[in-house]
């Protein structure tokens, strides 16, 4: 697996693949955005006949698809996440996970119903949905979608808008609803001075009005946060494995690994995005991606 870093442009990632063409590589190749990916998918990739670059962003994926389709070198393809920015450059090299990130993917399976049984108490997660006449799945998606519709008004105004670093207090911990004043004021708290926060508001609210599924806003990242969130309180008592603590950062990391880990053959052959590499094999004899 060759690893590139965010700092390289697309042209360094085409390079890469270029040198390793020329120098007689008959594998193809994989191009994810970053190691979220890889991880997620590498145990299904034929390692023998397909080799994973991580080009570090999607800008990173396209425009490197885009100079190697150029060139005519073959048996390369890009996967990207489905997302507001979208992708200026259309190819048959390109595919795209149909959803905000692959993370949501795996929410999105089985392997999210296989983690949530082994971790939950399931007297708590039976009291928990009961009360709320939701399933936990729908109630994190519903929990996250005020996040996404924030992401969408970033890039709408084009703001640097600074989401790294949420402690979502904003989240409550009994029930999962937001307060959305709370969200908005966390967020515009860590970003830039100079941004007009009525503005911000006032797209927010437009926003918020659209008929957005959730499944397409929602980011894994937050997804995974809000999971932790339930596990602490609503229906589970766990405590953080490193930590002890109920409440710190790590709680995602543990999440977003005990879905990958959950995370099987029969649950990734459920999923859109494998009938889509399948399809690119298809018409892309004899180079191949995964396993078979």
């Excluded at 270029?18 to 191009?31: D, I, N």
């Excluded at 990242?221 to 809000?226: G, M, T």
Aim: include cysteine; hydrophobic fraction near 35%.
């Amino acid at each position: 697996m060759r690893m590139l870093h965010n700092y390289l442009e697309a042209q360094d990632v085409a390079q890469q693949i270029r040198m390793e063409r020329s120098g007689g590589a008959t594998s193809s190749f994989f191009v994810l955005e970053g190691r979220n990916d890889q991880r997620t998918l590498y145990t299904f990739v034929d390692d023998e006949h397909c080799e994973i670059v991580i080009a570090g962003k999607k800008e990173n994926v396209v425009g490197a698809i885009q100079i190697l389709d150029e060139e005519g070198i073959p048996g390369v393809v890009g996967l990207i996440d489905t997302d507001a920015v979208g992708a200026d450059y259309q190819s048959e090299n390109l595919i795209d996970t149909g959803v905000r990130d692959m993370d949501v993917i795996v929410f999105l399976s089985e392997a999210f119903d296989r983690f949530i049984f082994e971790r939950a108490d399931p007297d708590k997660l039976k009291a928990f949905e009961e009360k709320s006449g939701k399933t936990l799945r729908r109630k994190v998606l519903d929990a996250c979608v005020p996040i996404g519709c924030l992401w969408l008004v970033r890039y709408h105004m084009q703001v640097d808008l600074k989401f790294k670093g949420l402690k979502y207090n904003f989240v409550d911990e009994d029930d999962l609803s937001i307060d959305e004043s709370a969200l908005l004021n966390d967020v515009l708290d860590q970003s830039c001075s100079g941004i007009d926060r009525s503005e911000v508001e006032r797209r927010y609210k437009i926003i918020r009005r659209q008929p957005f599924s959730a499944e397409d806003i929602c980011r894994g990242h937050d997804l995974a946060e809000v999971t932790g969130i339930a596990l602490r309180k609503c229906v589970a008592d766990l405590r953080c494995r490193k930590t002890g603590k109920p409440d710190v950062r790590t709680w995602r990391s543990e999440v977003e690994l005990g879905w990958r880990l959950s995370f099987g053959s029969a649950q990734f052959q459920a999923s859109p995005l494998m009938g889509k590499i399948q399809d690119w094999e298809d018409e892309h004899q004899p180079y191949t991606v995964l396993k078979h």
